[in-house]
């Protein structure tokens, strides 16, 4: 009997580590961010590091920060907390000292806003630091995003969503909820998921940059969009009154939620996945 037992507490036990390694698996395939881009650097010294904390989804608006040449990501999960992972990159005369910098480096998560703090700006391509952010939320989720030189990208989060971006191109992937935002310099790809939008609708722009749409086919909305300087290319077959000339206006399928994805400066493509 106590060689029964004891064969099935260590298989219960193998059975709980490969469930634990399965799950830490999944979540290592999640994050994309690797904190090791040189990419908007040039040839100084430099020092990266990837930083990690937890914290509480508490119900209020979320606050991601990018500064001054940070990027934001974020990204809906099943899990009820907030996972912040933070390349820090610093830049400077010698390696010791990028290292000595980024110690200078806080990430601030106070109330849900998350932003770095660090030494004042230094002379360009000398001493400099940036910090982007990759945060994982619970899939209903509000949010408040900015930038200034660096890209934004949401996915897969339903909430009261608002961004902009200065410097960098806008990504959002199937998202739902109250969605507004916009890019000054940048271009601007929505790709939607379902057959319908889930919320009050989309209203996104950028000024100097494309806009690329794809969605699903069978898909039902209200869609609306427009370009002053640029070509508009419709991928599918619409009925409108009249010829489509810079902008645009139609119900698509049953229609239902307003999207409204406009440029000034750019061209328009939209259509379906294959």
């Keep these: 009997m106590k060689k029964i037992w004891l064969r099935f507490s260590m298989l219960a036990a193998l059975m709980m580590c490969l469930m634990s390694v399965s799950v830490l698996a999944q979540g290592s395939q999640d994050r994309g961010m690797t904190c090791n881009d040189r990419s908007n650097w040039n040839n100084r010294p430099s020092h990266y590091e990837l930083r990690e904390q937890t914290l509480s989804a508490t119900g209020g608006t979320i606050n991601v920060d990018g500064g001054q040449n940070g990027g934001v990501s974020v990204k809906g999960w099943d899990r009820g907390e907030i996972l912040v992972r933070a390349c820090v990159q610093t830049q400077a005369y010698s390696e010791a ?25 230094f002379s360009r391509n000398e001493r400099n630091w940036s910090v982007s952010y990759e945060v994982f939320v619970p899939r209903q989720s509000d949010l408040s995003l900015k930038s200034h030189n660096g890209g934004i990208s949401i996915s897969e989060v339903r909430g009261r969503i608002e961004f902009d971006a200065h410097n960098g191109g806008v990504s959002l992937n199937q998202l739902g909820g109250s969605v507004r935002g916009q890019t000054h310099n940048g271009g601007l790809t929505v790709n939607l998921g379902g057959d319908r939008w889930n919320g009050e609708g989309l209203d996104v722009r950028t000024t100097n940059g494309g806009v690329n749409l794809v969605m699903p086919e069978n898909y039902s909305a209200h869609l609306e969009t427009s370009t002053v300087n640029g070509g508009l290319n419709l991928g599918f077959p619409v009925t409108v009154q009249g010829r489509i000339k810079k902008d645009l206006s139609v119900d698509l399928g049953s229609g239902g939620a307003t999207l409204r994805v406009v440029t000034t400066n750019g061209g328009v493509s939209i259509k379906r996945k294959g």
């Design 97 to 121: 000292e990028a290292r000595d910098l980024a110690t200078q480096i806080r990430i601030e998560t106070n109330g849900l806003r998350i932003s770095a703090q660090g030494p004042s700006s």
